[in-house]
């Protein structure tokens, strides 16, 4: 005890030191206020003085943290552990410890459930979804109905027929673009203007004015 100072009196002292040798960690005045005010009715400006008191007489150890003190149990002071302690302790971590894995793994495998449910629908959501899906295939299947019904099916012969035509209407417009093509070109060899201001006088119109595409052969 440092010399001239009075040892700390009064319940709040008492039950400050017992708690924090119970607890053995360090605790701020206001962590300590928080968790013994409901039990032992100890007021805020109590614990602090009490606090101060106990690390002043050497009873506590006080370490400061930029305006904050955080107070714990002088070590030195707790009884030493005999071997078989120790050895108990050591078998209590080792099955805490597993129990701590064991726990944490079911943790891993609850939030994977919870991830999965979450990306799920729910019930009503698939009840929904079933609704729309079932109006879906009626109207695909009264729309198939329909086409089967219909008396203006194009025959194999029809179809055949008109890819016919189209290659033969398809061939002559190469072979005429080709023809008027070379024309031209003989015809503008001999102008002395150019081949837009030629068209221009003519009034000849290109397939690209008009966007005509020669179509693909079926």
């Known amino acids: 005890?440092?010399?001239?100072?009075?040892?700390?009196?009064?319940?709040?002292?008492a039950?400050?030191?017992r708690y924090l040798r119970e607890q053995n960690r360090p605790y701020s005045a206001h962590d300590a206020f928080s968790n013994l005010q409901r039990e032992h009715g100890l007021g805020k400006a109590?614990?602090?003085?009490?606090?101060?008191?106990?690390a002043q007489q050497g009873r506590i150890r006080e370490k400061a943290y930029g305006k904050q003190k955080i107070y714990f149990s002088d070590q030195e002071q707790l009884p030493a552990a005999s071997d078989a302690e120790l050895r108990g302790l050591d078998a209590q971590i080792a099955a805490l410890s597993g129990q701590l894995q064991a726990l944490q793994q079911s943790c891993r495998q609850l939030e994977a459930e919870l991830r999965d449910l979450s990306g799920s629908m729910t019930t009503s959501?698939?009840?929904k979804e079933l609704r729309e899906l079932k109006r879906d295939c009626e109207s695909y299947t009264e729309k198939l109905q329909r086409m089967k019904s219909a008396t203006n099916h194009v025959t194999p012969e029809e179809k055949e027929k008109v890819c016919s035509e189209q290659k033969l209407y398809c061939r002559e417009w190469r072979r005429r673009?080709?023809?008027a093509t070379e024309v031209l070109d003989a015809i503008l060899e001999g102008y002395p203007k150019s081949k837009k201001q030629f068209f221009e006088e003519v009034g000849i119109e290109t397939d690209e004015e008009h966007n005509a595409v020669l179509p693909a052969t079926m």
Do not use: C, I, T
């Open 1 to 13: 005890m440092a010399p001239g100072l009075a040892p700390a009196g009064g319940s709040a002292a």
């Open 15 to 17: 039950v400050l030191l």
């Open 46 to 54: 109590a614990v602090v003085k009490a606090l101060e008191q106990l």
């Open 125 to 127: 959501e698939m009840a």
């Open 177 to 179: 673009k080709r023809m």
